[in-house]
């Protein structure tokens, strides 16, 4: 395959490095190798930049079709520039390109300030009536508070007398984002930022940062942060960051951070840390890794070495009792809530192992062995399942 390694180092205005800034690189153009198999469609790359400002991306070049492999970059304002990559070049600064590469008929972004100055509005004077703007059409000469629309195209879309709340493209809010409540379902993908709440349905993903609650339910994925709650289906991967609550259903994993509850069902696999204001429940998950409530949650096991009255069990599911040393007794157990199951597996043959039948230990929870009178005791190895009933533990090893 023909392609090209573009580096770049991104600083800001103040020449200071921008780290974490998201470029994205469109190939206008599809084209081929004349002794290939394949054909490269014009598609869409993205490039991330490190705590540096550096960063870089493999770009295709067209070989045989004698097709310039022109693109696009847009830069994190969304001001966008157009480049050629050489033909035959594997590796090339991105600076280069802006500089010296630009497709015929292209401007120089760089320019003078004299320039500058006489496209800003502010340095125009007189007005121009509609009547001398060609191709104007009618909508222009209507007030904006109360635009009548039949028939027409927005975003690419004949909307018609169809529902003028829906807003359809093969690429929604791609460049300047949408500052307010998006309220239509969206037959595309959300790219930009949504300043608001988006509520309408999404078919397609949502890449873009939305600064409000996504209450829609969007097919496909969402890789954009949500300053607010996650109440919508989701039928994708979430790997943007929640600011808030996941309430809705996600067919996938969450690998973005949660700062609230995770009340809807997962069915993949939680990986972020969800820092729970509340009780979070989850019916399908796999859990590989991520804390809940503080509390890590990737390896569910415990080991004691020593007598306990108070142990806390907390998220914990198998709780080994090291007698190497010592024999070891069990009063009583902290932390159990409702529904958890604990496993007491005594893993080392020396000495022995002793759970004691309801001490009555203040703080703690009583520990109700089968017969209720009998404290156990194990002297080879092996083990014993408890159940919580969210006050206090019982031996289910017996029916």
Known sequence: MANCTVNYNLKDAGYANYANQRL???LLNAGAEGDGDYVVAASRVFSTSNSNGDGSVDLFVNGDSQIESVYVVTFPNHEKIKFIIPSGTTTIELANLIVNYQPTGE??????????????????????????IS?????????????????????GANIGQSNPSDIKGTEIIAENGFTGNLTGNVTGDVTGDVT????????????????????????GDVTGDVTGDLTGNVTGNVTGNVTGNVTGDVTGDVTGDVTGDVTGNVTGNLTGDV?????????????NGGNISGTTIVNKSATISADTDNYDVAAVNVLFADTTN???????????????????????????LTIENNENIAGS???????????????????ITLVCDGTKWIEMDHK
């Open 326 to 352: 010592n024999s070891i007794i069990i009063g009583g157990l902290t932390g159990g809530v409702a529904g958890q199951t604990l496993y007491i597996v005594k893993n080392n043959i020396a000495n022995s």
């Open 275 to 287: 820092t729970s204001t509340g009780t979070s429940t989850f019916t399908t998950i796999d859990v």
């Open 24 to 26: 994205i690189f469109d």
């Open 135 to 155: 191709d104007a059409g009618t909508i222009a000469s209507q007030d904006a508070s109360s635009v009548a629309i039949t028939g027409g195209v927005i975003n």
């Open 365 to 383: 929870q009583n520990i109700y062995l089968y017969g209720n009178s009998t404290d156990a005791q194990m002297d080879d190895y092996g083990g």
């Open 196 to 219: 608001g709440n988006l509520t309408g349905n999404v078919t397609g993903d949502v890449t873009g940062d939305v600064t409000g609650n996504l209450t829609g339910n969007v097919t």
């Open 107 to 132: 401007s120089n972004t760089q320019q003078s300030s004299v320039y500058a100055a006489a496209i800003q509005r502010a340095n125009h004077t007189g007005t121009q009536t509609l009547a001398t």
